[in-house]
């Protein structure tokens, strides 16, 4: 081989790396990139999961699904399915490269099914369908589309940190990472559940709106609170969305592999059934004192 063709072939190779690589929508001063979250980061994102949201999610632990081993398989089954979208984000440390967080979303079309947070819930593990069946009843007066005025939207499953790096305004900071992923996308809505008060505020901050809550004190079955380990100041869950400003609907959506769009960001296959009834709550603890950056997505 040649000089020539050497440097022909390691260009080559920087090249597919390049277009592998995932894009950055933003940093913070305390070290932390948002990126595409990758296929390559699905167990690394099973495993954060299951040990730093299950057990302390406000319904989950309560209903205490991550000591049931059918009820945490379902989940992950979801989770899984959800990810394959490419459309979720990845919170990394810059220092080591490691997973610190996630937010997996994915877009909802009114063309291939009505009124998605709605649906009747089938589940097979009954703490599990317990969760689900109080979701519903949160959703059951809601359409994102017609409250939005919009043909699609992008639905927000969870916000998930590891503990050390909550109260750091990262979870603010991902929740504007993906409304500026769905705005470069052209999708121009954005909706989820937050089950804590923390999550309220920042949603809140960023323009969201509530459009239905139900108090865990009033939500009973057989008399007993369900929901009882809600820690303090959360009082309930709700379904809040908003209508990104400035965001022209595309009129049709092709079907994205890759949550890559090459326009400037501000920084500081299969339906489950999940899908078919309601969004998973977001929830974390996270502060909302934020460090603002200006950055666009980059490779």
Request: with cysteine.
């Amino acid at each position: 081989m040649t000089k020539n063709d050497a440097e022909t072939l390691e260009r080559m190779k920087l090249l597919e790396e390049r277009i592998k690589a995932p894009s950055i929508w933003g940093r913070v001063s305390s070290g932390i990139r948002f990126e595409d979250l990758q296929d390559r980061r699905y167990d690394e994102a099973v495993k954060l999961l299951k040990k730093h949201y299950l057990p302390e999610e406000i319904t989950y632990r309560s209903m205490k699904i991550a000591d049931d081993k059918e009820a945490t398989d379902e989940f992950i089954h979801n989770v899984r399915i959800w990810m394959k979208d490419k459309m979720s984000l990845a919170a990394v440390s810059e220092g080591n490269d490691q997973l610190v967080g996630v937010l997996i979303m994915r877009i909802q079309e009114k063309s291939a099914f009505s009124r998605t947070f709605s649906r009747v819930k089938l589940t097979h593990n009954p703490l599990y369908s317990t969760v689900m069946k109080f979701y519903n009843e949160i959703e059951k007066p809601v359409c994102i589309y017609d409250e939005l005025g919009v043909k699609r939207y992008f639905k927000i499953y969870l916000i998930a940190l590891k503990k050390r790096y909550r109260h750091r305004g990262l979870a603010k900071q991902m929740l504007k990472a993906a409304m500026a992923l769905s705005a470069s996308a052209g999708v121009a809505g954005i909706a989820g559940i937050f089950t804590t008060a923390r999550l309220h505020t920042i949603a809140q901050e960023l323009g969201f709106e509530k459009l239905n809550e139900i108090y865990y004190v009033r939500y009973l079955i057989d008399g007993e609170i369900v929901f009882w380990d809600t820690g303090l100041g959360n009082y309930g869950a709700a379904i809040m969305a908003l209508r990104i400003p400035n965001v022209e609907e595309v009129q049709e959506l092709q079907t994205q592999h890759s949550s890559r769009f090459n326009i400037p960001v501000a920084t500081d296959e299969e339906e489950t059934e999940e899908d078919k009834a309601q969004t998973t709550p977001v929830t974390d603890a996270a502060a909302t004192a934020t460090t603002k950056s200006d950055a666009t997505p980059t490779k």
